[in-house]
């Protein structure tokens, strides 16, 4: 058996409380790596020190984002801009494109609501245009609550127009936001303390390759560059996790669900809520289906096509539910890259 030790590190940055105000002390401890990604790297540029959930929530924007500039790298040899939304945990909001404005807009329109108060990391500088749009896109009046926003870098007017009463908006900078791609991904040890030690694993690395996938059907480029985006959400969101997304944006992502159709219930509900059609959407699933309920639930919300992993006892039943309905089902094995995350 692999012997494993833990080192707290050196302090980083020392947070006002944990996770509950009772919760003191809390610090940010660094290990001293040379990941150009890690927490310590990135510069308070305005606002106050992040807070312990703010360290939680961009360690989990990380997680996602790398994970898009890998997909794209992988399955399609480029990476176009992205944007993603985080709160308490989870991925909230997420949008990639050509354009850097279209992707800002994009990754608050997912969900509105849930973006309120909560923090984004975009891949590109963020200048007066884009800062314009994260503080008022679709507000009808008044200016949008963020704990924070997260970029390569930012012009001094965004600094200026970004600011928040009593410094609650934190700016954080860190230039490699702008290079993320396949080598991107955190390849460390992660570690989770539980009591009277902690366990230790790799790191989530898998990468799907979506030409190699078992298909039912078949899928248009736009439907296979929204399985990408809807795989990097939803295996870096907790599990159970069925991820929604249709033109490039996260549209209702179901997370935490002790059941599959659960989860495909709660993505349709979220999408619905946030003013989204559902008709024409692509899902994407963090483990097998193992009854044909849940692509059930997904056609009948007008789902078209759905990445999943095989390994059900009841795997012929589900395609052979999406064949006969007209879904497009891409299947790799669960043993090989199952999605689930943050049990």
């Given amino acids: 058996m692999t012997k494993f030790s833990i080192d707290l590190g050196e302090p980083a940055l020392e947070c006002q409380y944990g996770e509950n105000g009772y919760q003191t002390p809390a610090a940010l401890y660094s290990a001293g790596t040379d990941d150009p990604l890690a927490l310590d790297r990135f510069r308070v540029m305005q606002g106050t ?47 990639v494109g050509d354009d850097r404005l279209t992707v800002a807009r994009r990754v608050l329109e997912g969900d509105l609501r849930a973006v309120f108060g909560g923090l984004v990391l975009l891949s590109f500088p963020v200048d007066e245009e884009v800062a314009e749009i994260l503080m008022t896109h679709r507000m009808d009046g008044g200016r949008r609550l963020l704990d924070g926003i997260i970029a390569p870098g930012f012009a001094d007017a965004a600094v200026d127009m970004l600011k928040r009463k009593g410094d609650k908006c934190r700016l954080l900078v860190n230039e490699a936001l702008s290079q993320m791609d396949g080598d991107a991904l955190d390849r460390a040890q992660r570690f989770r303390y539980v009591r009277g030690g902690f366990l230790a694993q790799p790191n989530y690395t898998f990468v799907p390759h979506l030409d190699t996938c078992e298909r039912v059907g078949s899928a248009t480029p736009d439907q296979t560059n929204d399985m990408i985006l809807a795989w990097a959400i939803g295996s870096t969101s907790n599990s159970n996790t069925v991820t929604l997304v249709r ?50 639930e997904l056609a009948g919300a007008g789902v078209k096509a759905v990445l999943a992993t095989s390994g059900s006892v009841r795997d012929e039943e589900v395609k052979e539910y999406c064949r006969q309905h007209g879904m497009t089902l891409f299947l790799y094995p669960d043993a090989e890259g199952r999605g689930f995350f943050g049990h």
């Fill in 49 to 95: 020190a992040p807070s312990y959930n703010n360290l939680c929530d961009l360690d989990r924007l990380l997680q996602t984002a790398t994970h898009i500039a890998a997909g794209f790298h992988v399955d399609r040899g480029s990476v176009p801009f992205m944007a993603v939304a985080c709160k308490h945990g989870n991925p909230c909001g997420a949008a």
């Fill in 247 to 296: 033109g490039g944006m996260l549209i209702g992502n179901g997370v935490g669900q002790q059941d599959r159709v659960g989860g495909c219930k709660l993505a349709v509900t979220r999408a619905r809520d946030a003013g989204h059609s559902t008709d024409g959407a692509v899902a994407y699933s963090d483990s097998f289906f193992p009854f044909a309920d849940g692509p059930a």
